[in-house]
Each structure stands twice: as structure tokens, then as C-alpha cells.
């Protein structure tokens, strides 16, 4: 292999939702190149949402291929390469390395039931105090466990339980693990960084035991590229690779959420919506009464994100314009979501003041955020004839605004400054909102891959580039950031007025929800 000295590119894999890609960059942090995929899911049955895994090992491969296309001698410039993806989910693969059925996605929302469940038991309070973690339908231990009771077919020959990232490093190296970030939110305790016997056992997955991976820290251990996996690539074998934490912790890490020295929230709003406070210390860590949010681990010592999590973010725009786009197309007019995105700003211009709320909870696998229910969903409240679908836009748009602040609220006090990444973070509009909502200004980032980012920096580190983690971010995030965007006084006070009939709306439709669920479930049953 080339000697280090001539090595100058790390590559960061990010295996999202949407959008499979590998990022190359140089040293310094400044982007290179990238070369995307994208991804693709299927729904399955009642509420199941599944990702082939073959598919995708050959999908992260061909991007990092289409990445030697556009850097020269990048093969031999390489000095690591590390991976991210979504997180949640199972993976299942057997003892020669193949997959054993479709991979569970967060977006599964199968596990519904078997959360409540255990959400009631007492026991649940212990867990929480060891995970500091809600329990979710998206999460591995909810999902094993379905399967468990459920269809326990599904894990004849399973070896070992995945999360993406961890199928698509096992891929690159051969080797069986998981990072600290999913590890402890699932089944672990965060001061540790190491699994829970006791979670575990309260899973009631003490048989299932084996199946999870070893915990690696890709801030301090890396393996080689496997002879199989440089064939699939065009890279050189023994090339280095970093199993990265989840992907909301290398967005947070790529768009400043620990940066020594400054005081900042973040929030990544994308196909769902992130919210995060930096817990410095095991000791700072909030546990809510709730037992809701998640507390992940950051590729730093003794340092956490805590986080609440809106199961749809963007989401929510996307069925709004879909609905629209389909009204469209009913009378004959074609307009991509491109053109219909390009509208917003006019629909946004054109609504009036009287407020309409919007409860965001859009998807099929309900809210995980600040409250967990398997059975939420969206709906406006306060519409009469005098609102037109200008007033509907900016109700979604608001929406989204109010869940965040929902989300900050459950973890203290509202954070003065929020740096906001994701594909919602290029709205002027949706940045004004998000900020009058919250009471703070808004800070977004040059740095168009934050995650991609994220998981480079955590090999930057794990291959001494670097003394720490700070030292990495003074070069690859500050001077990426961008001035602060000051909160407008007149939107901060419209939301000051607003949130608490926002919160109390959503306290008074919990038990319809479920009733609504019911329903639908009898309507089925009758068509039989």
C-alpha cells in the first residue's frame, strides 16, 4: 500500500433512508467529491417495512466504485474509509454471512403493541435508567422480540442481529459489530458504553443473547478492507476501515453539536426531525419522567447526546405536496415535487394570521417523540371556510416548528442558538419559523454532508490525524459555520402563544388515536 505520507482522502459512507453515498475528503475536511444511490425500501403486511441487504451492500459498493471515478489515483490515496447509516432496525444475518430475511427498518412500526406493553411494566423504569433511552417500535430490542412471539421462523439461523451501518461494515471488513451509540440506546448502559444483562433480561431476549455483535469503537479501532470487499470497490485491500456511531451522531458531530467552547442545541430535519441538547458528563444526562428520547453516545469520552426524536419531519411536506401534485394530476396538470417545492414560498407569502394548527405525526409507525404512541396521527385543528391551502402549508410548516420545540422542551431549557442541518436547513423559511418557535437564533453549516462528515472525522481521529476530537472539529466544523440567523421577535411571540394550545390539543387527541386505530381495524375486519 502507499506509504501514509501520500495518503490524503478519507471517504465517509452514509447509508440513509433516502439516499445511499460515499463522500470523499480531503484531510482538512474540505469535500472532494461524492457519488449517491438511491435508496429504496418495500412495505410488508401490517405496518412492516423492510430493505433488501443484498441490494444494498452492492449499492454502497458501486458508490464508492463511482467514487474512483471522479478522484483520480483514489485507491491509492485512501487513508481510511468509515461508515454511517440509519439507525434502528434489524439486520439478521446467518453463520456464513448471509442475510436471513429482509432488514427490519425504524420506519417498521410491527413492534407497536410490544411496546406499550412494556412501556407499562414497572420494570421499564430501571431499564430507562440504564439505557436512558425510550423504548420505540423502530428499535432493535421491540423488533427481536416481535419476531420472538410473533413468527419465530423468521430467526431460524440467524447468528447475528445488525443495524445497517453494521451489515455494511461487516461487508467492507468481515467483521461481526456494532458501535457504542446503538449498542447502549438498545440494549446497554450508557456509563458503561457496554451491554445490560438486566435490559436484556427485561426484553425478555436472554436466549436471543448471541445474536448481538461485539461492541467496536471506531474512535479507537479500525480493521482492514477485506480481498472481497477491494474486488466489489476498486480499493486496496488492507485499506483501513471505521465502523462509525449512527448517523444522528456524525450529523451532529459534522454540524457543531460538540464543539468546545459553544452552547448550542441541534436539530437535523430531514425525513424525520432530530432535536439534541450536548451532555458533557455522564452526570449531566436528564431523565424524564416520561421515559421517552434517546441518549446516545458521542465518539468522545465520557460525553453524550441526548435527543427527541419526530418520527416524520419533512415527511409531513412531502404528503401535502403529494396531495396536491394528485389534485393536479386528477385534472390533467403535471407538476413534479420539484415545481410544487418551488411554490412553497408563494403559498407561505399568501397565508393569513389566524392560526391552524398541525399535529405532525404523519407516519404509519405513529410518534417516538416527545411522547411515544405507536397510534398517533396527523391532523389540523381549527380550520373553518375562511382558510385556504396557503394557511394549510404554513400550518405543516408550523407544525414541524412546534414538535421541535415539544422535543427541546422535554429536555430542559430551550436553547438559545440551534445549528440546523438536513434538507429542511436550505429553507429560509422554514429556518425563520424553526427559530420565532424555539426563541433562538438559527446557525446552519457550509458543510453540505454532515454525516458523511461525521463518520470521516471519527477515522480522522482513529487514525491520528488528530490528537482528539476537538482538535478535528476546530478544522473541519467552526469554519464551516455560517453567522447566526437573529430569532424574529414577532414570530417568537405568535409561537409563545400558540405552543401551549399546541400541547394541550396533542394531550386531548391521545385517546382518540387509538379509538381511530380501532375503528380501522373493525372496517377491515368487516370487508373480510
Known amino acids: 500500500m502507499t506509504s501514509s505520507g501520500t495518503r490524503d482522502v478519507l471517504i465517509g459512507i452514509d447509508a440513509g433512508t433516502s439516499v445511499l453515498k460515499s463522500v470523499a475528503f480531503d484531510r482538512t475536511g474540505r469535500q472532494i467529491a461524492s457519488a449517491a444511490i438511491a435508496n429504496s425500501y418495500q412495505s410488508v403486511g401490517r405496518g412492516g417495512v423492510v430493505q433488501d441487504l443484498a441490494r444494498t451492500w452492492a449499492d454502497a459498493a458501486r458508490t464508492l466504485s463511482d467514487l474512483a471515478d471522479k478522484v483520480e489515483n483514489l485507491k491509492n490515496r485512501v487513508i481510511a474509509i468509515s461508515v454511517t447509516a440509519q439507525g434502528d432496525g434489524t439486520w439478521l444475518i446467518d453463520r456464513k454471512g448471509d442475510p436471513v430475511g ?55 439461523g440467524a447468528t447475528t442481529a445488525f443495524h445497517c451501518k453494521d451489515w455494511v461494515y461487516f461487508n467492507l471488513t468481515g467483521v461481526r459489530a456494532t458501535d457504542p451509540s446503538e449498542a447502549c440506546f438498545s440494549f446497554g448502559d450508557f456509563r458503561r458504553r457496554a451491554y445490560s444483562d438486566d435490559v436484556i433480561d427485561f426484553l425478555d431476549l436472554k436466549g436471543e443473547r448471541g445474536l448481538l455483535p461485539d461492541i467496536v469503537d471506531g474512535a479507537t479501532t479500525h480493521h482492514p478492507l477485506s480481498e472481497a470487499a477491494a474486488a466489489a470497490t476498486g480499493l486496496l485491500a488492507g485499506t483501513p476501515v471505521v465502523l462509525g456511531y449512527v448517523d444522528v451522531v456524525c450529523t451532529a458531530l459534522g454540524a457543531g453539536l460538540y464543539e468546545p467552547g459553544t452552547d448550542a442545541g441541534c436539530s437535523i430535519v430531514g425525513s424525520t426531525g432530530m432535536h439534541m441538547r450536548l451532555a458533557s458528563t455522564p452526570d ?20 453524550y447526546a441526548q435527543m427527541q426524536s419526530n418520527m416524520a419531519a419533512t415527511l409531513n411536506i412531502d404528503w401535502l405536496l403529494s396531495l396536491a401534485g394528485g389534485i393536479l394530476k386528477d385534472m390533467g396538470v403535471e407538476k413534479s415535487k420539484a415545481d410544487l417545492l418551488a411554490h412553497v414560498e408563494t403559498w407561505l407569502s399568501k397565508a393569513g394570521d389566524a392560526p391552524v394548527l398541525y399535529q405532525p405525526y404523519i407516519s404509519d409507525a405513529g ?88 463518520t470521516a472525522m471519527i477515522a480522522a481521529v482513529s487514525l491520528g490525524l488528530y490528537p482528539d476530537m476537538a482538535a478535528c472539529v476546530a478544522e473541519w466544523v467552526t469554519p464551516c459555520q455560517r453567522p447566526a440567523e437573529p430569532v424574529d421577535a414577532a414570530l417568537k411571540e405568535r409561537f409563545d402563544s400558540i405552543f401551549p394550545v399546541y400541547h394541550q390539543s396533542r394531550q386531548a387527541l391521545r385517546p382518540v388515536w387509538p379509538a381511530l386505530q380501532g375503528v380501522h381495524t373493525d372496517l377491515k375486519d368487516m370487508t373480510r
Not at 421499564?124 to 433511552?133: G, I, L, Y
Not at 434517546?294 to 465520557?302: A, L
Not at 410548516?397 to 431549557?413: I, K
Request: proline share 4%; charged share 20%; glycine share 12%.
Open 102 to 156: 429482509g432488514g427490519w427498518l425504524w420506519l417498521d412500526a410491527r413492534a407497536g403493541d410490544i411496546v406499550d406493553r412494556l412501556r407499562a411494566e414497572s420494570g421499564d423504569v430501571a431499564r430507562f435508567a440504564n439505557t436512558a433511552s425510550g423504548l420505540a417500535a423502530c428499535q432493535q430490542g421491540p423488533q427481536l422480540k416481535w419476531m420472538k412471539e410473533n413468527a419465530p421462523e423468521m430467526l431460524t
Open 284 to 303: 449531566q444526562v436528564q431523565l424524564n419522567d416520561d421515559r421517552t428520547g434517546y441518549t446516545m453516545c458521542m465518539p468522545i469520552p465520557g460525553v
Open 367 to 454: 410518534e417516538r417523540g416527545p411522547f411515544v404512541d405507536a397510534s398517533a396521527r396527523a391532523s389540523f385543528i381549527g380550520l373553518s371556510s375562511a382558510h385556504g391551502f396557503s394557511d394549510l402549508v404554513r400550518s405543516v410548516f408550523e407544525g414541524l416548528a412546534l414538535a421541535a420545540r415539544d422535543c427541546y422542551a422535554a429536555m430542559g431549557p430551550l436553547p438559545a442558538r440551534v445549528r440546523l442541518t438536513g434538507g429542511a436547513a436550505r429553507s429560509a423559511s422554514l429556518r425563520r419559523i424553526l427559530g420565532g418557535a424555539l426563541g433562538a437564533s438559527v446557525q446552519t453549516s457550509e458543510r453540505e454532508e454532515a454525516g458523511a462528515a461525521g
